[in-house]
């Protein structure tokens, strides 16, 4: 899997500049990079939602859990959930997404239902330790079972793919608290190879107008564009 800094670089060889006099920004590449990379997935994945992703285009997030009473567009009916403590990037339509976590009370999946159904959920006597998981309109995620030990859940983890790679990398779990403010060109890019090779052309496509070299109109055998020709 090919790092932000090398798709930076292929980027600025194509367009045969350097980072010391080159026009574009390394954050202005990430921001292109990652638009198209959500548009190649998109392209290849969205028509066929039964057709397997690439484990390459997977990010997985670590998400702190915390306490609380309500959850936003459905009534109070006693009792707590946990909430992600951050909202989480949006995912794509497509691909395997799970929640799960570890500890020693709870080890697994957990299933993600549609918020209508998750008011309904562990009454089955069945089913009681299952822990049911649903997405607000703001993004957060919410946890809910029938057994009130699910709320020593400190933290739980998500895969899945993401449409805006940058952001889902500030959650990402790789590395240890200082590792995750690392600098992003540092970071993993998260696409199958199959896709790098057409990312960078659509990305070099996009800026590449911007490095054409002015056309001499000029009617004659002179370089007017040259700077001893502009100084005559």
Not at 19 to 41: K, P
Not at 54 to 70: A, G, H, I, M
Not at 158 to 172: D, I, T
Request: glycine share 6%; proline share 5%; with cysteine.
């Amino acid at each position: 899997m090919a790092k932000y800094k090398e798709i930076v670089s292929m980027v600025l060889d194509m367009l045969k500049v350097t980072s010391d006099d080159s026009i574009f920004t390394e954050g202005h590449i990430i921001f292109l990079a990652g638009r198209y990379r959500s548009f190649l997935l998109k392209q290849k994945y969205y028509n066929d939602l039964k057709k397997q992703v690439p484990e390459s285009n997977y990010q997985t997030l670590c998400l702190d859990l915390e306490k609380v009473e309500s959850i936003e567009g459905l009534p109070c009916e006693g009792g707590y959930y946990l909430r992600t403590k951050e909202p989480v990037p949006t995912l794509q339509p497509f691909g395997n997404t799970r929640l799960y976590t570890s500890g020693s009370y709870y080890n697994g999946n957990i299933e993600f239902v549609s918020k209508d159904r998750f008011k309904y959920t562990g009454y089955n006597k069945w089913f009681k330790n299952t822990i049911y998981a649903t997405l607000d309109p703001s993004q957060r995620i919410y946890l809910t079972s029938q057994n009130p030990q699910f709320m020593y859940l400190k933290n739980a983890k998500l895969h899945g793919v993401f449409e805006n790679a940058e952001e889902a990398s500030k959650l990402a779990c790789d590395g240890d608290d200082e590792g995750k403010e690392c600098d992003i060109l540092d970071r993993e890019f998260p696409l199958e190879d199959a896709l790098v090779a057409p990312l960078i052309e659509l990305v070099f496509k996009e800026l590449a107008p911007s490095v054409v070299a002015p056309e001499d109109k000029a009617n004659d055998a002179n370089d007017n564009l040259s700077p001893k020709a502009k100084e005559q």
